[in-house]
């Protein structure tokens, strides 16, 4: 009788440990794609984000070599729309305080930069103070993106960084 009672536990306690190593692997691996997931939307917004900054930069450069404009209304007015259309994605994909909080401050300094009229540059160089804005700028817009980089990185990890390290090197 014992052996048979053994025998019925042994087959219970099997069975349990299959189901409960089953529903442990199913977890991992949804949170591996969801993890996945959120790494593709963050890069779609970190893209989106130097896109914008990129067409930003080549108008100001532009101007202050003394060329016409080479960026387009509409590619411009699409980039930002790009970047909004991204940060919204990820928003909806995610709960995560740190990494909305990164989204937010990478999406805005990016288009922040519109905010910024540089005016018509006198040999070659903008005012004192739209060049000093420009390059506080730029470094506002690395900084953020760097920080969003680090906070998709640590998505759904324990080790998910609490302080973020800039990993530029100083000449970028």
């Known amino acids: ?3 048979s009672a053994i025998a019925v536990i042994g087959t219970l306690a099997g069975g349990l440990l299959v189901t409960v190593t089953q529903q442990v692997t199913d977890r991992r691996s949804r949170r591996d794609q969801h993890r996945e997931h959120v790494a593709d939307l963050t890069g779609r917004l970190l893209s989106a984000a130097l896109r ?3 067409l930003y930069w080549l108008r100001v450069d532009a ?3 003394g060329e016409p404009d080479p960026v387009v209304r509409a590619d411009f007015y699409q980039a930002r729309s790009d970047v909004t259309e ?4 990820l928003a909806l994909a995610v709960t995560d305080e740190t990494l909305l909080r990164a989204a937010g401050r990478a999406a805005w300094s990016a288009l922040g930069l519109s905010e910024i009229d540089p005016g018509v540059p006198q040999d070659g160089r903008y005012t004192p103070e739209i060049e000093a804005k420009l390059e506080a700028a ?6 953020t993106h760097t920080e969003l980089r680090q906070a998709a990185a640590g998505y759904g990890t324990p080790s998910a960084p609490r302080r973020v390290v800039d990993t530029r090197s100083e000449s970028t």
């Open 1 to 3: 009788m014992w052996e």
């Open 52 to 54: 914008y900054r990129q």
């Open 63 to 65: 101007l202050r070599a």
């Open 86 to 89: 991204a940060r919204d994605r």
């Open 138 to 143: 730029r470094q506002h817009t690395h900084t």
